[in-house]
């Protein structure tokens, strides 16, 4: 996929500038529990501004994230907007910081592909104040108090048990 955009106009011309909006589906936007869905586009209203190094595009692009919460693993949407502000230059290399300017054309899919995985959450949660899942049985616990019982105590770990339960209590 490609969202190529002419810049012949701008190049050689500095203190030029267009703006340009992006509205294009992204394939493989996802991490482990964050992702932008491939039928959704992702938007992106960029100032394109020639400067002496090569073209400068900034502005915001967003779109609707699906989420797996890190805690209780329920799914949900969040909007996210992140602001962007790259460089595009003319003979630049892979290697390079810049993103390169080919036959008067830039390519803003690496652009929006790079900055949407930066901004994605490593750990999303539902709610700030998300419970989890109960360690024993896996419920719910944002539904109420666990009803599973008490794991029956290791048989390996009785005598380290009894030596704590003879020691007299410190903190009074």
């Known amino acids: 996929m490609s969202v190529a955009v002419d810049v012949r106009d701008l190049l050689g011309h500095p203190g030029s500038h267009r703006a340009v909006r992006v509205a294009e589906a992204v394939p493989g936007l996802a991490t482990d529990l964050a992702r932008v869905p491939e039928d959704q586009p992702v938007e992106a209203d960029l100032v394109m501004e020639s400067v002496v190094e090569g073209i400068l595009a900034s502005g915001p692009v967003e779109a609707t994230m699906a989420l797996t919460c890190a805690r209780c693993l329920k799914t949900f949407d969040a909007g996210f907007r992140v602001e962007v502000q790259e460089l595009f230059v003319p003979g630049a290399r892979p290697e390079d910081d810049e993103y390169p300017v080919e036959e008067g054309f830039v390519d803003l899919e690496p652009l929006i592909r790079d900055n949407v995985l930066l901004a ?37 770990w009785a005598a380290l048990e009894a030596l704590f339960a003879e020691s007299p209590d410190e903190t009074s």
């Open 120 to 156: 994605m959450p490593f750990a999303p949660l539902c709610k700030p104040e998300c419970l989890g899942l109960c360690p024993r049985c896996g419920g719910d616990r944002n539904l109420g108090e666990c009803a599973c019982t008490e794991p029956e105590a290791d048989a390996r």
